[in-house]
């Protein structure tokens, strides 16, 4: 019986180191994205193409832009995919990032119930759309979460007089969540959000929600991709990173981004320089 334990036991050992020598030889990569990407099922697209021709897996953080950039910050990520060019700007000057790389663009679109209180429907100015919202008090949704979305739709309240204060003004509420739970809030509510195409595109739980403005340049939505600086942070996976973005904005990543396509209609439009 003893020599059986012992047989057991070092069989079970065997295969304890197994398998944690095959997690330390796991190549991967910790990529900090926002929830649109990750919610409109773009990468459950594309990874899987990268991952069986490099080895190198991808485990997504899906959180807003400011967040996401906060862990790149931090070095708790090896790439970053977000969607605010001023932040993206800011996070490679201050030496957080190596160098921003152009990826892909959608754009914003905002809907609302299809009653449309605040007769908005067909405006092709966004501001002015928010304004006509304010001034009906109609029900507004925001992200409320320092994400690109969120960031996006301050930049439109300053042209339209000034963000709404959520704490004296009941219509304006703040979701402090990602897109998904912001669309989800917004279609209990029968409010006003304003989304990313991507997501509205792939969003099932419309219930009365219907698309009214869109199409205008203040709503351009790129996304950029940048190394999290491993001078800075050495543990960063800087070749596998480099692996990664090289792909997404190589030929075949970008036909794999516009190859991402709801109900036939595309989510992502491929952006990179050719090379």
């Given amino acids: 019986m003893v020599n059986i334990r012992r047989f057991l036991g070092a069989g ?27 919610n409109s099922g773009l990468f459950d697209h594309i990874l899987p193409i990268f991952t069986a021709k490099t080895g190198i ?41 190596v160098a921003r790389h152009e990826v892909m663009y959608n754009d914003f679109v905002i809907v609302g119930p299809g009653a449309d209180p605040a007769g908005v429907r067909g405006l092709g100015d966004a501001p002015e759309a928010l304004g006509r919202i304010a001034r009906a008090r109609a029900q507004f949704v925001s992200r409320g979460d320092d994400s690109g979305t969120h960031k996006a739709e301050l930049r439109l309240w300053a042209v339209a007089g000034g963000a709404p204060d959520s704490r004296s003004q009941s219509w304006y509420r703040e979701a402090g969540g990602g897109m998904g739970a ?5 279609a209990a509510m029968d409010a006003y959000t304003l989304a990313d195409r991507g997501t509205w595109l792939s969003f099932t739980n419309r219930r009365g929600l219907v698309l009214l403005v869109e199409g205008e340049p203040r709503l351009f939505n790129p996304y950029g991709a940048i190394l999290v600086n491993p001078a800075r942070h050495p543990h960063v996976k800087a070749a596998e990173g480099r ?28 952006s990179a320089a050719p090379q």
């Fill in 12 to 38: 079970l050992l065997a295969l304890a180191l197994l398998a944690g020598n095959a997690a330390a030889g796991e190549r991967f990569i910790t990529l900090a994205s926002t929830t649109s990407t990750a």
């Fill in 243 to 270: 692996a990664f973005i090289a792909w997404l904005t190589s030929a075949e990543g970008q036909r794999a981004i516009a190859g991402f396509t709801v109900a036939g209609e595309r989510l992502f439009t491929p």
């Fill in 57 to 97: 897996s991808v485990r997504v953080v899906a959180v807003g832009t400011g967040a996401a950039l906060g862990l790149g910050m931090r070095g708790d990520a090896d790439v970053v995919l977000v969607h605010d060019r001023e932040s993206e700007d800011r996070f490679v000057a201050e030496g957080f990032g």
């Fill in 182 to 186: 912001t669309l989800n809030t917004a």
